[in-house]
């Protein structure tokens, strides 16, 4: 197995979290590996000691916060070599025993499969639900007025059901937590969209791999863990504010006819009302 990879991570106050993932890279992969880590935070950031010499490590200070979507680019553009596959971890996971390779070959069956996702864990063992449907304007107005009050509402159990967490299959996106995609797809799309400061650019991204007639595929055969909130724990309220804007970006933007304006307006009001409590 001699093609490489490339694995990008940004990287925001998460200097308590990234040993770990960095030392999980070796049993995740018996490739090459060259981690890009884009250091978004206000200090300068130190690499983390390599875990052997497959690895090697390089940080790209952004300067400034940019979002994970233009650090991701960054990250991307700066990688010294190319490779078929870059996965994309966020700094708050630690990889699974064989869990890139297992993404990467078995994705690699069809050339059709542009992106490949595994199955997240939570600390405690629970299974997070990475791989969802697009939101539609209904489910995610539904999701998105009702999921912090309602949980249990009939929206958000359409938006995040995972069907079955032991099964693999196709997706409508996956969590950007953790993923691998082939670098043509990437850079052919232009990578994420840069207008998204964080939230939904996942989501984004899938959105156009799916209108290329390219597959996305959920393969719970490979396991990470996701501590969660590493990097967004420092600016919650902020964070908050982000995913409500990231919302109203996507979905206004997937339903642009004048016929929907008003339905538009209504979002945006939900999204900001719905913003304030979540801050309160």
């Known amino acids: 197995m001699n093609e490489g990879l490339r694995v990008i991570v940004v990287a925001y106050r998460s200097e308590d979290s990234l040993p770990a993932l960095i030392g999980s ?38 300067g400034g916060n940019p979002g994970f979507g233009t650090a991701t680019n960054l990250g991307v553009a700066a990688s010294a070599t190319a490779t078929p596959w870059i996965a994309i971890v966020n700094p708050d996971v630690v990889l699974g025993t064989g869990s890139l390779d297992t993404l990467i070959e078995l994705a690699s069956r069809d050339t059709r499969i542009a992106m490949a996702g595994p199955r ?36 958000t159990r359409r938006y995040v059901a995972d069907r079955s967490a032991a099964t693999e299959r196709d997706a409508g996106w996956l969590s950007g937590a953790c993923f691998v995609i082939r670098s043509e797809v990437f850079e052919s799309l232009g990578g994420f969209d840069e207008s998204y400061f964080m939230y939904f650019e996942d989501v984004d991204l899938a959105a156009r791999v799916v209108k290329a007639g390219l597959r996305i595929r959920y393969l719970p055969q490979a396991d990470v863990m996701h501590i969660g909130g590493a990097s967004t724990r420092h600016a919650s309220r902020a964070m908050i504010r982000a995913h409500h804007r990231s919302a109203y970006l996507y979905l206004s933007r997937r339903y642009r006819g004048w016929h929907l304006a008003p339905v538009r307006i209504a979002l945006r009001a939900g999204l900001a009302l719905r913003s304030r409590i979540a801050r309160s």
């Open 25 to 62: 890279v070796m049993d995740a992969t018996a490739r090459n590996v060259e981690v890009v880590i884009v250091n978004n935070g206000p200090e300068p950031l130190a690499a983390p000691p390599s875990p052997g010499a497959r690895v090697s490590l390089r940080v790209i200070e952004s």
């Open 120 to 155: 997240i864990l939570t600390p405690t063992g629970a299974i997070y639900p990475s791989a969802r449907r697009l939101p539609s304007l209904r489910h995610g107005i539904g999701h998105a007025l009702f999921g912090t009050v309602w949980r249990t509402n009939p929206w």
